[in-house]
């Protein structure tokens, strides 16, 4: 897999530390899904540091493990996970995990949600552009405002729903149980500790939305 984006990087834009921290979460998990890492990930990978919530350990269970891991050996991981003789263990796309197929309707709608936010797949890639290694990536920009200003928070919570919280939790926890992961079973923890955590504030957000309108 492969990053899909296929605009021009703005200047970075000015945002709080702790959406820059959600960014930087989503693009991490972006990166290390989107292919195997390389010798410089690994490093960049080990010096991050946790802390005692559940995410901070998984994030510095995967420090550790890169500290330890040869890019030969987590490249033969991601391919028995994601690649395969014919397919990998783990289909990590909407399409596949939302109706058992691909290249079906979870894919059109988010293209046409890709049009309107004024991004393209990239014409070296012919990944769907419903895999996850994308979406976080997608989601990392929005926040980040990599390709035009910064999103919404509501913007934000309205494609987070539609095109990641109805199935990227079941495929984080899948890749936590895969049989051919090692490296990647804190990649499979952090992700769904992450997700666990953008699924209840924009749950809180869209409550004090609603009580805002007397709904």
Known sequence: ?????????????RIDAEDQMRADMYNLMGLLLAGPPDQGTLDVVAGLAGNETDLGQAV???????????????EREFNSLFIGLGRGE????AS????????EKP?????????KYGLSRAPNVYEPEDNVASLMEMMGAMIAGRFGPPASLERQRTFFNKHLAPWVGHFFADLEQAKTAEFYVPVGTIGRAFVQIEVEAFRLLADQ???AHGI
């Open 96 to 103: 596949f995990y939302l109706t058992g197929f691909l290249n």
């Open 90 to 93: 783990l289909l990590p796309y």
């Open 60 to 74: 510095e269970a995967l420090a550790t493990m890169a500290r330890s891991t040869r890019p030969a050996t987590v």
């Open 1 to 13: 897999m492969e990053a899909q984006l296929n605009q021009k990087p703005n200047e970075p834009a």
């Open 209 to 211: 939305s609603a009580e």
């Open 107 to 115: 894919l059109a709608l988010l293209r046409r949600d890709m049009t």
